[in-house]
């Protein structure tokens, strides 16, 4: 009796966990319907296009996202930036050059975080100007998104603070591009109040930027099919294939990663459709000042992008 009463249990708790699930996926489909078409996620349609600088994310096209995790030095970001704008010209890509001014979210107090907003800022303020890229940073606190959007061409909004109220609105109402990653404690169709919160500060210039779902601890996981799922807000979605492979606080005082798995999930995200790959390079990361266990040797950028680019041309047919 016992037995067949914790099964009967156990089949509503399931029935009730797809049922919800189903709405969920439905009430996106409602988001993402308008008065003359359904956006059918399952296809590889085009999200809202959004200017960046001479270019689009969102427009049919793959846009890089890459750079260092951290900002080490003024010499080694600027010869980064160089090297990653020359294989993107070579490869026909479009790049967006990223890399933190500081690490708020070290997990040990003893961690490198950066230079800090002023000189960081200034950093990147010359690899726009001298090497002609447009840049990307986070921000952490409403104090840092005005002195950051005079520099920035994107704006990020760390997966730790997507829900951040104050800080996406900061960050809206600049009129900037902003980039949110989701949060790794988040559902994909939980990043629609996200969304809502900075198109009701006036701003429809938002890029989502899937990292991984916590798994158990010390461990993330990909569910590729919230990709689509945050397309069908509207928003170009972008997968981070460096902190995706993150194993969050795996070496005790610091976190680990598994970047063999970097190219694998890459290419899986261009195949499903995403607008961009978000991804940290470094020339030497076993010496990186942070996230250096999954961050992508420089050395072999050339050989992902150009596989990356050659697959999305042949599932875009062209």
Not at 59 to 77: F, K, Q
Not at 99 to 108: G, H, I, L, M, P
Not at 271 to 291: I, Q, R, S
Request: glycine share 8%; hydrophobic share 45%; charged share 25%.
């Amino acid at each position: 009796m016992a037995a067949l009463l914790y099964k009967n249990i156990v089949k509503i708790v399931i029935l009730s966990a797809a049922k919800n699930l189903a709405f969920k996926i439905l009430e996106i489909l409602r988001y993402a319907q308008d008065d003359k078409k359904t956006t059918f996620i399952r296809k590889i349609e085009l999200a809202a296009k959004i200017q960046i600088t001479d270019f689009s994310i969102g427009d049919g096209n793959l846009v890089l996202i890459a750079g260092p995790c951290v900002i080490e030095s003024e010499a080694a970001t600027l010869e980064i930036a160089r090297a990653l704008r020359d294989l993107a010209g070579e490869l026909d890509l479009r790049l967006i050059f990223k890399a933190s001014f500081d690490k708020a979210n070290r997990t040990s107090i003893d961690s490198y975080r950066g230079p800090g907003l002023k000189k960081g800022l200034e950093i990147l303020a010359r690899v726009k100007a001298e090497v002609g890229l447009p840049v990307l940073s986070d921000v952490h606190q409403v104090s840092q998104v005005a002195p950051a959007a005079e520099v920035l061409d994107v704006l990020q909004i760390p997966a730790f603070l997507c829900r951040q109220t104050d800080l996406v609105v900061a960050a809206a109402q600049t009129g900037k591009v902003i980039n949110i990653k989701k949060g790794q404690f988040l559902a994909p169709w939980d990043m629609q109040p996200v969304v809502a919160k900075a198109r009701a500060a006036g701003n429809d210039r938002i890029i989502l930027t899937e990292r991984g779902a916590s798994f158990g601890y010390n461990n993330l996981v990909v569910d590729f099919r919230g990709l689509p799922l945050m397309r069908g807000l509207g928003c170009p979605v972008v997968l981070d294939v460096t902190h995706s492979v993150q194993l969050p606080g795996g070496q005790g005082a610091c976190s680990g990663g598994q970047r063999e798995f970097i190219a694998p999930l890459a290419r899986a995200g261009v195949a499903v459709g995403v607008d961009g790959l978000f991804m940290e390079v470094h020339p030497d990361p076993a010496k990186a000042l942070c996230d250096g266990p999954n961050s992508l040797p420089l050395k072999e950028v050339r050989a992902l992008w150009r596989e990356l680019r050659d697959l999305h041309r042949f599932l875009r047919g062209s």
